[in-house]
């Protein structure tokens, strides 16, 4: 079956722009998740779904970063005003939330360039 | 979060096993370990997960020590394509579904 989706793969914007991107989970996982990765870093958490409700936002750094899930399926991290310190890959994945058996699947994630 | 300590980088040989450890002293009872690897320009991958008894499947085991406080991912005979970066995760499955909290990782060379 088809793995977790992101698009685009690759995203160059300019400071202070407005940037979507998008996540396609595995069908049927209820859980989903992003993470975003700085050069030479292991990925950091920002934000967990579970169905169509923020679980755990934490992780966002800013209130410039927001992400919504509508239909429990499909979501879409916004940010809003670009700067050159969100350049990075952004990471997203989902899981079955089936307690042992929580896997999470990630995507390839977008690469984001703010100039 | 509980914490893991693992190597910066680590170097073998094509064909020859691999030893990646990772040391969790403060490790709860709940507290399941999972790998992680993330392969060049690509997402991170599930490897394996354990409690407290050794686990074995198609890509690599995990040992655990008796008192839990460290772990070592094996894989038994490793190619090109096992160069990665691989992580070492706590996760407490009493909280259910849960962020992953990646450290650095073990950076894993290998050798033609």
């Known amino acids: 079956g088809a793995g977790v989706s992101q698009t685009p793969s690759n995203k160059v914007t300019e400071k202070g722009k407005y940037v979507e991107l998008r996540c396609d989970p595995i069908s049927g996982h209820t859980a989903l998740y992003w993470y975003r990765q700085s050069l030479g870093q292991g990925p950091e958490f920002l934000i967990y779904?579970?169905?169509?409700?923020?679980?755990?936002d934490s992780g966002l750094p800013n209130d410039r970063f927001f992400a919504v899930r509508p239909e429990g399926s499909v979501s879409t991290l916004k940010i809003q005003r670009t700067e050159r310190g969100d350049s990075a890959v952004y990471l997203c994945a989902s899981s079955a939330d089936r307690g042992l058996e929580e896997t999470q699947y990630f995507g390839p994630g977008t690469r984001l360039l703010v100039l | 979060d509980a914490k893991t300590t693992q190597p910066n980088s680590m170097e073998s040989n094509e064909e020859e096993p691999v030893h990646l450890p990772c040391n969790h002293s403060t490790i709860s009872g709940t507290d399941y370990i999972h790998w992680y690897r993330q392969l060049p320009s690509q997402g991170p991958e599930y490897v394996i997960h354990g409690l407290t008894s050794n686990v074995n499947n198609r890509m690599a085991s995990l040992a655990i020590a008796e008192d839990r406080k460290s772990s070592t991912l094996i894989l038994h005979r490793a190619t090109l394509r096992d160069a990665a970066v691989y992580y070492c995760i706590l996760l407490d499955r009493v909280q259910g579904a849960q962020k992953l909290v990646f450290g650095q990782g073990t950076r894993l060379t290998i050798n033609p």
């Open positions: 779904f579970q169905g169509t409700g923020a679980a755990d």
